[in-house]
């Protein structure tokens, strides 16, 4: 089933695709083939590949259960979190908040998690900024 | 002669301080990713591009420090496999079959330092074709025009999907996505935007490296978030009794012959597009038993099951190279990553790399020469020091990979956005992982895709617009055809080999 779902949303995308590619405006420069065809022609190949992943599934791969996949979930969300708070917390805040969370996900108990997260987040800064001089995020304490 | 002096001239690069330093630092690093169960060549080399790039390395050391933890990884990953009945990583599997074993018998000790000195003679003799070969290929490659190059850029997704995955429609899908990303941004003959929708942050295009950090790194965190709890890659190496580190005389001599037809085995597998160290161990390791397993030891604790996959492997990671710098058609995973590196540097492997940049491939070779004489002091003596490695548990480990990740993704860019892309490359990576779609060509076809676009429409704008011109030459006839039986062919072999290769957990390491 699962691989008739991909199947199916790849033959989606590989329209949605060329009739996007069809849209590309042409430029006064141009050669003989143009900015549309190599677009088409890929999106042609990823519809016939979905196709015949549809009509030929492989067996169902094993999918974790509903708590797991909405762990997985949450820490996407926390990954999109970080991304967003590091110009404004820091790197150090935020990597350590970011860190403590994945490593108490990953099954360590929540008061080991946050030493582990704060010891990532300043062992990071300590080699990667203090050490070999690379710029991290800087918050309002600068750090 | 001219190679042996371009060979001495890169020594003197590579025998620089500097150099020195980030060789030993790459070998070191390299070992310990290798030796992680799940983080391969590929996600070490990927997890460290962005950082080495954003420590504003030129491409010379750039590039020592990255082979090295290339190579670092292919000795590595053979240390969970012996002690923990785990591959590091794929090409490693064959290891498991006579290493766990001998460990069980007490020669944990015995098996290490033996797959040390394989590996060694393997990688040694594979740079020593490296450095023969590769010129020549690369007086092949000056007669390649765009037409040749298109044949060749679609032979390379053929063999790398074909022969690599077990359902060719999935490594078509695969090579489609890539190759669709790719065309994310401003065309680059016409200057129009493309797919981008009109987000301004879209119009430079996916940054590969992005793309890449987010498929092999992230990805893997996931994997061990869905597996948290689980045996599965984790492991207990303090039960292990390590034993003596030094192989008996008669070990060695037993072992010779068979380290040395693995290792051509192995090289010709790497060289080949696609093959890859997988089927470098698995040539080497199958072959021998057919050849002198005449008491049926083989997979009771062997020495010479210990020997070929690991000289085949480590072959196979040094014939890799061939293609990947004198072609700019990557062998492998781990090269495809490699590529992105040269790339990432403004550098354009391929023939006009040994004339333009004779300094970064000689030096670069050079560095392999050296990176193997540390790997093999660090593999024999210190090898108790890595094996302590194996005790850190994921649930610390894992948070530090993503984190080192997001590290040097902002380093280069400082661009939230960028962040938020190589999130999604993460959940896409992992979703492919799961269903089976091997992760290489799409990887291949970010890379690649831009350049075989360009070849193709120079090849036009020749032949005023006549497609014919793309079957014009026998190279090119010669290549289309490869290409067609490299994908078809697997359909039909694939199935054979693949049902003798022995089940692995790590089935979407691409290397």
């Known amino acids: ?143 | 002669m001219d190679t042996l002096n371009a060979l001495a001239n890169g020594f003197s690069i590579a025998l620089t301080f500097q150099n020195l330093g980030l060789a030993l630092i790459g070998c070191f690093l390299g070992t310990i990713i290798g030796a992680l169960p799940g983080l391969g060549p590929s996600n070490g080399v990927a997890i460290l591009i962005p950082l080495a790039f954003s420590l504003g390395l030129d491409a010379t050391p750039a590039l020592i420090l990255l082979t090295s933890v290339y190579y670092g990884a292919m000795y590595g990953g053979r240390i969970s496999s012996i002690l923990l009945n785990i591959p590091g990583d794929e090409p490693a599997l064959m290891t498991t079959l006579d290493g766990y074993p001998m460990a069980k018998k007490g020669m944990a000790g015995e098996a290490l330092a033996l797959s040390g000195i394989a590996s060694f003679v393997g990688a040694f003799f594979a740079t020593w074709g490296l450095v023969f070969l590769a010129p020549q290929l690369v007086k092949v490659a000056l007669l390649f025009g765009p037409a040749e190059y298109f044949a060749l850029f679609a032979l390379a997704f053929a063999t790398l999907g074909g022969i690599a995955s077990k359902n060719q429609a999935k490594a078509a899908l695969a090579a489609g996505l890539g190759l669709g990303i790719a065309m994310i941004g401003v065309d680059g003959q016409t200057g129009v935007p493309r797919f981008s929708f009109g987000e301004v942050h879209l119009y430079d295009g996916i940054d590969f490296l992005v793309a890449i950090v987010g498929l092999f790194a992230l990805s893997e965190v996931f994997i061990f978030l869905e597996h948290r709890g689980t045996p599965k890659a984790t492991g207990d190496a303090s039960a292990v009794k390590l034993g003596r580190l030094t192989p008996p005389l008669s070990m060695l001599k037993q072992t010779a012959p068979t380290m040395a037809r693995s290792t051509v085995l192995g090289f010709i597998a790497g060289v080949l597009p696609g093959a890859g160290a997988s089927l470098g161990s698995f040539i080497a390791y199958s072959v021998e038993k057919r050849l002198v397993d005449k008491d049926k030891t083989f997979g009771t604790g062997d020495p010479r099951g210990v020997a070929a996959p690991e000289a085949g492997n480590n072959a196979a990671a040094g014939g890799a190279l061939v293609p990947m710098l004198a072609l700019g058609v990557p062998g492998s995973g781990t090269t495809a990553v490699l590529l992105a590196m040269l790339l990432a540097l403004n550098i354009t492997p391929g023939p006009l790399l040994f004339t333009n940049n004779p300094d970064v491939v000689w030096g670069l070779i050079a560095a392999l020469f050296i990176g193997n004489l540390m790997l093999l002091v660090m593999n024999i003596p210190m090898v108790s020091l890595f094996v302590r490695v194996l005790l850190v548990p994921p649930r610390y480990l894992m948070p530090a990979v993503a984190m080192i990740s997001f590290v040097g993704i902002y380093g280069i860019s400082g661009s939230t956005f960028d962040l938020m892309v190589m999130v999604f490359f993460g959940v896409l990576g992992w979703l492919l992982r799961k269903l089976e779609v091997p992760l290489v060509p799409v990887i291949l076809g970010i890379l690649l895709g831009n350049q075989m676009e360009a070849n193709l429409r120079r090849a036009m704008t020749i032949s005023d617009g006549d497609w014919s011109a793309l079957l014009a030459s026998p190279l090119s006839i010669g290549l289309w055809l490869f290409a067609f039986f490299g994908f078809i062919m697997p359909i039909v072999a694939g199935r054979f080999f693949r049902s003798k290769l022995p089940r692995t957990d790590s089935e979407a390491d691409p290397d």
């Open chain 1, 1 to 143: 089933m699962s691989d008739r779902i991909m199947g199916g949303l790849g033959l989606l995308l590989a329209l949605f695709f060329i009739w996007q590619a069809t849209l590309i405006k042409e430029s006064f420069i141009s050669d003989p083939v143009g900015p549309k065809v190599f677009p088409i022609i890929i999106g042609i190949l990823v519809g016939v590949s979905s196709l015949a992943i549809f009509f030929k599934p492989d067996e169902e791969p094993e999918w974790p259960e509903f708590s797991r996949l909405f762990e997985v979930g949450m820490t996407v969300a926390v990954m999109i979190a970080y991304a967003y708070a590091l110009p404004l917390a820091g790197f150090v805040v935020s990597t350590a908040f970011a860190a403590a969370f994945l490593s108490w996900r990953l099954g360590t108990p929540p008061v080991k998690a946050v030493i582990a997260g704060v010891t990532i987040a300043v062992g990071i800064y300590v080699v990667f900024h203090l050490i070999l001089g690379l710029s991290l995020a800087r918050g309002p304490w600068g750090f």
